[in-house]
């Protein structure tokens, strides 16, 4: 144990650092500390995936349902229906071959999306004299 006076390398280095301004300006200086909800384990690691954009990581089968359910948001952008189409129709194509070869992490099946339907929704969201 240190006694009074004694100074260990740990506390000597994070003294020199301070000095030095290496802890000025920090991103979250004198913010409090996020540390999630305290009745999900993972929290972290979802603040992780959100933080590094690390969608990328997901299994497959999670990605093409995370893709699925944000279908609208990526066809906002979209001006023709042709386009449109053939976005859902890729996306369909991949979680078909998702289902059929189930490559990566737990089998979780999802349906593909339903063309007309989806196209239909899109339609609704489009300023008037589009399609």
Same mark, same amino acid.
């Given at each position: ?9 740990? /506390?000597?280095?994070?003294?020199? #650092? ?5 802890? /000025? ?7 409090? $500390? ?14 992780? $995936?959100?933080?590094? /954009?690390?969608?990328?990581? $997901? ?5 093409l349902r995370k893709e699925k359910a944000a279908i609208q948001d990526a066809l906002a952008g979209v001006r023709s229906a042709q386009l449109a189409k053939e976005l859902i129709e890729d996306l369909n194509a991949r979680i078909r071959d998702a289902n059929v ?15 007309? #339907? ?14």
């Amino acid at each position: 144990m240190s006694g009074p006076g004694f100074e260990n390398w740990i /506390d000597r280095q994070i003294r020199e #650092a301070t000095e030095r301004g290496e802890f /000025d300006n920090l991103p979250g200086a004198g913010k409090p $500390l996020n540390l999630g909800d305290p009745n999900d384990e993972l929290w972290w690691v979802r603040r992780k $995936l959100k933080d590094e /954009d690390l969608s990328a990581a $997901l299994p497959t089968s999670l990605q093409l349902r995370k893709e699925k359910a944000a279908i609208q948001d990526a066809l906002a952008g979209v001006r023709s229906a042709q386009l449109a189409k053939e976005l859902i129709e890729d996306l369909n194509a991949r979680i078909r071959d998702a289902n059929v070869r189930q490559v990566e992490g737990v089998p979780i099946f999802t349906a593909p999306l339903d063309v007309e #339907a989806t196209l239909e929704e899109w339609r609704a969201g489009q300023p008037r004299g589009r399609s």
